[in-house]
């Protein structure tokens, strides 16, 4: 199976952050060919072990498997259904929106919906239209008819986009952040020869709400390196000034030189820029983001551990609709590769 194929695979699957279990099973069938045990921890991460040399570096790389999303909290009595957010979601992108509840009887599709501009007031149409305001439309006429389609509070809500191709090298989905850093996880696990170090290939729970599954996973495994395979946000586009998102899509991945979570250890940060230099792949440095990645529990866990962190430029992230250019992914893969091998020199 190609690249494309698998990140399409992986970015129609639902995987709204605590209920994974689509992606789960894909990542499992991924991994599976290219590792000599693959595993799931109690909190659900998938962990794909491939085996090298006792003495050498143990190698932890975190995809995180979770997408932002909704979930139902309430039935009303007209049967629409209101929702909150999991995740970094922003109000004012919400309304409108295709969505897909999924429920224990199956998928509904529906329509957020909100009260018409035509009878707001003026101060109405100029704010941005709160989550609390919203709810979603799923075709019921009664809190009982909703319940029958299946529906009940706690069920997650995704956004309904199909994975498509963009002019010659882009791609427009849903859930590259951070399907794409699984993608880019998978095929490197592929693509690798024998290497000394053990790799442990994870894909993570919950990286939306709190970067919980890495924590579970970095304290089982207690490797000797770790590598968040993410995104970050591409800036070129209009209106973002270069100070406050400098990566750009075509340029290569991102290495992150500091984030809200973590400042890249410095031998980390060195790894990854001889391995990208030595390999000759194009990369970006990054500094100053206010988010922050698995790396940054993986680095805090029981003695602490090196960490840093491979991004991919993606464009529009935490909305429905996320773009992003193949070679850059491409040479994400060609980079975790690198530093596989590049790893027993460093430690």
Do not use: W
């Amino acid at each position: 199976m190609e690249l494309v194929d698998i990140l399409e695979k992986l970015s129609n699957a639902c995987g709204v952050t605590g209920s994974e279990d689509e992606v789960r099973a894909l990542m499992k069938e991924f991994l599976k060919p290219n590792v000599d045990e693959l595993q799931e921890d109690k909190l659900g991460n998938v962990i794909g072990i491939r085996r090298g040399k006792e003495s050498a570096p143990k190698i932890m790389f975190a995809a995180h498997m979770d997408e932002v999303g909704l979930m139902v909290i309430n039935i009303t009595k007209e049967g629409f259904l209101q929702f909150t957010k999991l995740g970094g979601v922003s109000d004012r992108i919400l309304a409108s929106q295709k969505v897909v509840v999924h429920t224990r009887a199956g998928s509904l599709p529906g329509v957020i919906g909100s009260k018409p501009p035509h009878i707001m007031k003026e101060e109405e149409r100029k704010k941005v239209i709160e989550v609390e305001d919203l709810y979603i439309d799923i075709g019921a006429s009664k809190k009982e008819e909703a319940e029958q389609m299946g529906v009940r509070v706690g069920d997650p809500v995704s956004f309904d986009v199909k994975f498509t191709r963009m002019g010659k090298e882009m791609v427009m989905g849903k859930a590259f952040d951070d399907r794409v850093g699984c993608a880019v996880m998978i095929e490197a696990m592929r693509r690798l020869s024998e290497v000394e170090c053990t790799v442990y290939a994870v894909g993570t729970v919950q990286e939306e709400v709190g970067l919980r599954g890495a924590t579970t996973a970095a304290f089982q495994l207690a490797p000797d390196l770790g590598i968040a395979i993410d995104v970050t946000i591409a800036g070129d586009v209009p209106g973002i000034k270069e100070v406050e998102a400098p990566i750009k899509t075509g340029n290569g991945p991102s290495l992150t030189v500091a984030d809200a979570s973590l400042i890249t250890h410095p031998q980390v940060l060195k790894l990854l820029m001889n391995a990208a230099e030595e390999s000759k792949i194009p990369f970006q440095l990054e500094g100053g983001l206010r988010g922050g990645t698995d790396a940054g529990k993986i680095a805090l866990t029981r003695g602490g551990i090196p960490s840093g962190v491979i991004s991919i430029p993606t464009r529009y992230i935490h909305t429905p609709f996320s773009v992003v250019n193949l070679l850059d992914v491409e040479n994400a893969i060609k980079l975790a590769i690198a530093t596989i091998k590049g790893a027993p020199k460093f430690f």
